[in-house]
């Protein structure tokens, strides 16, 4: 639930039911936004330099209806990067990863599944805590590098890619 305060005195309490990143289907909305539905993950182009940014958020503004009704990056998910995006996506967010949510939705171990959860662990980057693996303070701290490293060789492969052709104006 939410507590809110309004003026100086009164404080309520909003009840507000669980949300579970994993099981919702996203519409990313914006310049760069993902999108997940399912298996599939896609997005319009995106892009972390300044001026790369700028280009792409003009490009963004002028599109019409036609442009918006496609995705231009994007594949359908194996079983296995179905698996890492839960992780990651779990381990990204608050409360973490429940283990027991990963071993009912895969019928597997994530640890086994995934063996960098436990050098995370081991460089003192996660919590393990009453059935949840989550970042502590400096798994937080190392979030934005963390998400990247737990992606696969083959999503790693296909962000050069996009990256490379957008640097080369394709």
């Given amino acids: 639930g939410v507590e809110m305060t309004i ?3 009164e404080v309520f309490h909003i009840a507000r039911p669980e949300f579970n990143v994993m099981d919702a289907m996203s519409r990313g909305f914006g310049a760069g936004a993902r999108s997940y539905a399912g298996a599939l993950h896609y997005s319009s182009e ?3 330099a300044r001026t790369q940014t ?3 958020i003009q490009d963004y503004l002028a599109c019409d209806a036609a442009g918006f009704a496609r995705a231009g990056y994007g594949f359908v998910l194996s079983r296995q990067e179905q698996q890492r995006r839960f992780v990651i996506q779990s ?4 409360p973490g990863l ?3 949510a990963y071993r009912q939705r895969f019928g597997s ?3 086994q599944d995934l063996p960098q959860l436990q050098q995370l ?3 003192g980057l996660t919590q393990a805590q009453a059935g949840w693996l989550h970042l502590n303070d400096t798994g937080y701290a190392w979030a934005d590098t963390i998400g990247p490293w737990l992606a696969s060789e083959q999503v790693q492969a296909l962000m050069d890619e996009t990256r490379g052709a957008q640097q080369h104006g394709e």
């Fill in 109 to 111: 171990d994530c640890l």
């Fill in 46 to 48: 995106y892009a972390v």
């Fill in 121 to 123: 662990t081991e460089l």
């Fill in 91 to 94: 381990l990204l967010t608050e």
């Fill in 7 to 9: 003026g100086k005195a």
């Fill in 54 to 56: 700028q280009e792409i």
């Fill in 98 to 100: 429940e283990l027991a």
